[in-house]
């Protein structure tokens, strides 16, 4: 079997410029997988052809995110040129960096996306995530920034739920008055009522 050296040394051997960079995107891919995120990087810079470069970009991205390695794979996003591959690779660091509890960074990263359908479903894993993490302060912002109404109205019907299981009523109501389509909303802040109800007659 070919070193890695032997590798790259043919694949820059190959005339062809396209055929090249495609073998040296193919180098890259193998490289990052390997966790050689040194050389996977070194060598994506060097690929001319945009269709090759942000791919690789976005794919050593994503391996550095998995590997922790945050602030390279924030550098590589920023690097791509081409919105549709920064686009994808910024939803998938977003999602990364929420995994390790920067949620902060995550939101950041989301707001950054410029493809729109990404960008909500992004921010709706986000609001979930921040919810489970009982941060609903968060949670309800983030739903705020969410565009798709729809999606939209998922969050805060579950965030008005989980506010009620708490005992936060007040905060139940609020995301419950906030869902656009007048049915789930109904539906989202009759259980917050009861939830009110019940609660009074335990104080009684």
């Known amino acids: 079997m070919c070193s890695s050296d032997q590798a790259e040394t043919a694949a820059r051997a190959i005339t062809s410029p396209y055929q090249r960079d495609l073998a040296l995107a193919g180098f890259a891919r193998a490289a990052a997988k390997a966790g050689d995120l040194d050389r996977a990087e070194a060598v994506a810079r060097t690929i001319a ?8 970009l976005a794919h050593l991205a994503l391996a550095a995110a998995q590997r922790g390695d945050l602030d390279r794979a924030e550098t590589a996003v920023w690097a791509i040129t081409e919105r549709y591959w920064q686009a994808r690779a910024l939803a998938d660091l977003a999602r990364a960096v929420a995994e390790e509890g920067d949620l902060d960074r995550a939101e950041a990263l989301a707001r950054a996306i410029g493809n729109p359908d990404q960008q909500a479903q992004v921010l709706v894993d986000l609001a979930r995530s921040a919810a489970l993490a009982g941060d609903l302060d968060r949670a309800q912002e983030v739903a705020s920034a969410i565009t798709d109404q729809d999606q939209q109205a998922q969050v805060l ?23 656009a389509y007048p049915d789930r909303r109904t539906q989202a802040m009759g259980r917050s009522e009861e939830r009110r109800v019940g609660k009074e007659c335990r104080s009684r």
Do not use: F
């Open 49 to 56: 052809y945009l269709d090759q470069h942000g791919p690789v």
């Open 157 to 179: 019907a579950d965030l008005a739920r989980r506010a009620a299981a708490a005992g936060d009523l007040d905060r139940a109501e609020a995301a419950a008055t906030a869902i």
